[in-house]
Nanobody
Framework: QVQLVESGGGLVQPGSSLRLSCAASGFAFSTFYMSWVRQAPGKEPEWVSSIYSDGSNTYYADSVKGRFTIFRDNAANTLYLQMDSLKAEDTAVYYC??????????????WGQGTQVTVSS
């Protein structure tokens, strides 16, 4: 079965960086689009970024463009999200999910358990 395990979250100050990881198993990771989504307290989930199966194409929400970088290591079945210049509004639980933006947003049942990112001074 599909298993996604996110890690790397934490409490950081504004302007700091974090790198999230998502270890995938139970499916052909290297053939799947992968996405990151996040959910802030009291808000609806928000798509953050997606990456093509071979990493050749990446897509970002306007809110994170230029600050976040999605990448993957297919040999290690791992998805990453490098987050730089973090802002308070980036505070959320971050989830990785298989599929494109639309699929990921529709299939919450496929998300991992999430990792908490808190940006605060």
């Amino acid at each position: 079965q599909v298993q996604l395990v996110e890690s790397g979250g934490g409490l950081v100050q504004p302007g700091s960086s974090l790198r999230l990881s998502c270890a995938a198993s139970g499916f052909a990771f290297s053939t799947f689009y992968m996405s990151w989504v996040r959910q802030a307290p009291g808000k609806e989930p928000e798509w953050v970024s997606s990456i093509y199966s071979d990493g050749s194409n990446t897509y970002y929400a306007d809110s994170v463009k230029g600050r976040f970088t999605i990448f993957r290591d297919n040999a290690a079945n791992t998805l990453y999200l490098q987050m730089d210049s973090l802002k308070a509004e980036d505070t959320a639980v971050y989830y990785c999910a298989p599929g494109t933006r639309d699929y990921a947003m529709q299939r919450r049942d496929t998300w991992g358990q999430g990792t908490q990112v808190t940006v605060s001074s």
